[in-house]
């Protein structure tokens, strides 16, 4: 049982695949379900650190498989969202270089010994970027005026807000451990 907290990481993986299958097929209340499995994705999210920082312990895998998790799962619907015509491409390809250019830092960093977790910038991002998500699936699922249909001026608005606010945070992550990337080897 000591292992809950990773296998809710784990959980995270898998439930990114059934989801991306969800936002893809043609069938009735598919999108819906894509939509029902990312928000037990995103919860899975806050339990597992719960857990883990309050009754189970946390372990190095989690601290880089967590934050890895989370990014698999947004990269993922975000991807899906380029397909569905909800968010532009390269919006897409801004946040998914931030995630890949710090999860390349965060191996970097433990090459030289030094576990990073989440920091709260990062979770901010992960927080916000789920929230989006959600409501680019209500505006897909739910085509009102109100709401982020696909093609919609809000649709981009809040696509272009997320990408910019993911750019920043990997800018500020980049700055705050600058002194690991200038860091000469020897």
């Known amino acids: 049982m000591k ?15 059934v989801m991306m ?11 819906i379900a894509a939509l029902v499995i ?4 995103s919860i899975t999210d806050a339990l597992d650190g719960y857990l883990a ?10 601290k880089m498989m967590d934050p890895l998790a989370d990014k698999v799962l947004v990269c993922a619907a975000f991807i899906g969202f380029v397909e569905l015509g909800s968010i ?23 090459e030289k010994g030094i576990v990073m977790p989440a920091g709260m910038w990062g979770k901010v991002k992960t927080t916000v970027q789920m929230i989006v998500i959600c409501l680019l699936f209500f505006g897909l699922i739910w085509p009102l ?5 696909p093609g919609s001026s809000l649709a981009w ?27 000469k080897e020897g």
Do not use: D
């Open 157 to 183: 608005w809040l696509g272009f807000g997320v990408a910019l606010l993911t750019a920043w945070t990997g800018i500020v992550y980049f700055w705050q451990k600058r002194h690991v990337i200038w860091e």
């Open 88 to 110: 532009s491409a390269w919006m897409v390809v801004l946040i998914v270089a931030r995630e890949f250019m710090v999860t390349g830092m965060r191996l970097l960093m433990i």
């Open 21 to 31: 299958v969800c936002m893809s097929v043609h069938f009735p209340y598919a999108r």
């Open 53 to 62: 920082r309050n009754y189970f312990g946390c372990t190095s895998f989690g």
């Open 145 to 149: 005026t109100w709401l982020p249909a």
């Open 3 to 17: 292992s809950l907290p990773n296998h809710l990481t784990i959980s995270r993986f898998w439930m990114t695949a």
């Open 38 to 41: 990312f928000i037990i994705a």
